[in-house]
């Protein structure tokens, strides 16, 4: 194959790129996936018991096989290693991730990325004319299908543990920590921990089941609130993970004072971001920052950029840990003096 023959096939693979993922989150919706977790079955048994066309059902299997999330043998279809993180029983989630990624609200959003470079506008503000978290608040179908593709997405937070020791804290504080599922793992790896989850009122259903037994066993409190306004008193230890980058720099600044206000002597912010090199552009740290761009006023940011945002609040890196996914944690701490 000729260089030119290459770059075009490598340009059609870029292009085609949403036609592969509509089609895996339609073998989800569809039931497909969770079909195949029952056992391998061929495009007619499959069809028939989800009431399918069943050629159509094949050629869409067909791309699936193409592209390694189900694999043919002897004439029936399986699912492959990756498609197993599909089916809705799968620890990791990932069925809530792939139908959040290809909603409505999401694929308005992209729909307007051209205006957003053109003009600077937030391009899910031009789509829907209001900011993101506004619409949240009043589209509750939405709201729920965002909290649980946020959670799977944030899998990469099992590992905080083995980057970071709590052994000193007493309290730690999660600013916008979703559905909880990072502050369980925290408190699950500490048993001497207590935790506190700041987040918006539409979020906190999802988190009040996460944490339950931390909150019956008085481990764990809910706070509805806003960390541009205020964060609560007493933790030593703050968690943001993946919140700054959803903000502009002047609104990030503002959450990181109102955490250093709050935060106990002696303590930690603990930042989880993608976080940019100086120089190169690896894939997802890259792609989520033009995500940043559609959805948000925010921004994916160098490790400079965020120390320029820490000192304006008081604060400053203290080391830098990598975790999986790109994503990487920065801790900081107090300035002195």
Known sequence: MTEDENAGRELIRLMTGPWVARSVATAVRLGVVDRLAEGAADAEEIAGALGLHPDRLHRLLRLLSAVDLVQPRAGRYELTGTGAGLQRKHPSRLRDLVLLYDSGMFARAWGSLEESVRTGRTAFEAAHGTDVFTYLSEHPGDAERYSAGIAAGGRFGKALPAVYDFADATVVADLGGGDGDLLCT?????????????????????????????????????????????????????????????????????????????????????????????????????????????????????????????????????RVADLSLEMRLLVAAPLRG
């Open 186 to 318: 925290v408190l699950d790896h500490a048993p001497h921990l207590r935790g506190v989850l700041v987040e918006r009122p539409t979020a906190l259903p999802a988190a009040s089941e996460r944490l339950s037994a931390h909150l019956e066993s008085g481990r764990a409190t809910l706070v509805a609130g806003d960390f541009l306004e205020s964060v609560p008193s007493g933790a030593d230890v703050h968690i943001l993970s993946r919140v700054l980058h959803n903000w502009s720099d002047d609104e990030a600044r503002a959450v990181l004072r109102r955490s250093r206000e709050a935060l106990e002597p002696g303590g930690r912010v603990l930042i989880l971001e993608r976080i940019l090199p100086d120089d190169g552009s690896p894939l997802l740290a890259s792609l989520f920052d033009v995500h940043m761009m559609v959805m948000t006023s925010g921004a994916e940011r160098t490790e400079h950029q965020y120390e320029a945002l820490l000192r304006d609040a008081g604060l400053t890196t203290e």
